[in-house]
């Protein structure tokens, strides 16, 4: 792994983003530091710094996630102070303490880390006393509560929209792929032309594990978030989209894979091949329009803009019944067969049967 890679993203988080978790930080900072007046208030900064997510949900786990630690983390620190007194040693005991704790409780990863880190971070600031501890608990659970309304009121993220973009980037890539088997059928091909529509057709599953994070994401966005009720329907559409498109990923795929298997140059004069070829495009065309009338049904303004503009499509549907070849006269009947079958299975998802 090259060094830049371990610490850039892929991609930059939302400027929105970041200053809500300024926002809430400066906040926690002042309300905390006017509300107990002492010691600078680092436990409320901190909170509201981790507790704003991308998502409320996300943020109320966090939430109950670093209050919880630093409530278990306090307790232990106090507790070794009163029991072995406030030897520098105490701080390393105090972590290992904290850390077989949270392994007992079963705790998350980012649970047993703030356990950790509370205990030490008391100790270290050499205030353990049962009045300094309480007051930390309370500044914590101020600071998550700050972070927690501040990613509620301004402007909750709503990650429908990268969803959408996936999901209708998969619909277009589907039909074009059933388009370039189609036009595979009927012709004549070199290996290194059969193994490029092999390569081309692979790529459907990194697009459709893609669209699914995408999906999962903007769930999670929606969980627990007041826009909610305003894009609900929308993230029902576009998820409705998918579970017809995801079979058919299956389906093209093993058709293709199928035709590379059984290849030979005769196939191009089959009349079934031919006949299967032609419902290949029609089934092309109705994902096409599936594609469409999500975009046409979305409120977005910019609900087709996912990549190149998609073809003008007829609003009818082409592949509208399944399709019925008399037995094969030549030895590729095996392949007709599993063509036919899956002709069969995408019909009935796009069917909705």
Avoid: C
Wanted: proline share 6%; hydrophobic share 50%; charged share 15%.
């Amino acid at each position: 792994m090259r060094f830049p890679s371990a610490i850039r993203a892929a991609q930059r988080a939302p400027l929105l983003q970041v200053l809500k978790s300024a926002a809430a930080t400066i906040a926690a900072w002042l309300i905390a530091g006017w509300l107990l007046p002492g010691p600078l208030p680092v436990f409320a900064a901190i909170a509201a710094l981790l507790v704003v997510q991308p998502s409320v949900n996300q943020s109320l786990s966090k939430a109950i996630e670093r209050s919880a630690g630093v409530i278990i983390g306090v307790v232990i620190a106090v507790l070794l102070t009163l029991l072995l007194g406030s030897q520098s040693w105490v701080v390393l005991a105090a972590v290992l303490v904290a850390m077989l704790v949270a392994w007992a409780l079963r705790a998350s990863t980012g649970t047993g880390n703030q356990v950790a880190i509370s205990a030490l971070l008391v100790l270290a600031l050499g205030a353990s006393n049962p009045a300094y501890a309480a007051e930390r608990i309370i500044e914590t659970l101020i600071g998550a509560a700050i972070g927690l309304i501040v990613n509620f009121a301004i402007v909750p993220p709503v990650l429908s929209g990268p969803a959408r973009r996936d999901v209708t980037l998969l619909g277009r890539e589907v039909a074009a792929s059933l388009d370039r088997l189609g036009e595979a059928l009927p012709s004549v091909h070199t290996s290194a032309q059969l193994h490029e529509l092999m390569l081309q057709v692979r790529l459907l599953r990194p697009m459709k594990d893609a669209a699914e994070a995408s999906l999962k994401a903007a769930k999670e966005s929606l969980s627990l978030n007041p826009r909610r009720s305003r894009h609900g329907d929308e993230l029902t559409d576009i998820q409705a989209l998918y579970e017809r498109l995801s079979p058919v990923v299956t389906q093209v795929i093993g058709m293709t894979r199928a035709y590379f298997d059984h290849y030979d140059d005769t196939l191009a004069d089959d009349a079934a091949v031919r006949a299967i070829a032609e419902q290949l495009h029609r089934a092309g065309h109705d994902v096409r329009l599936a594609v469409q009338t999500l975009a046409q049904s979305s409120d977005a303004p910019n609900a087709t803009d996912a990549g190149e503009p998609a073809p003008m499509t007829s609003a009818m549907p082409a592949l509208t019944a399944p399709l019925v070849v008399r037995p094969p006269a030549s030895d590729h009947w095996i392949l007709v067969g599993s063509l036919m079958e899956d002709l069969r299975r995408i019909h009935g998802e796009l069917a909705g049967d």
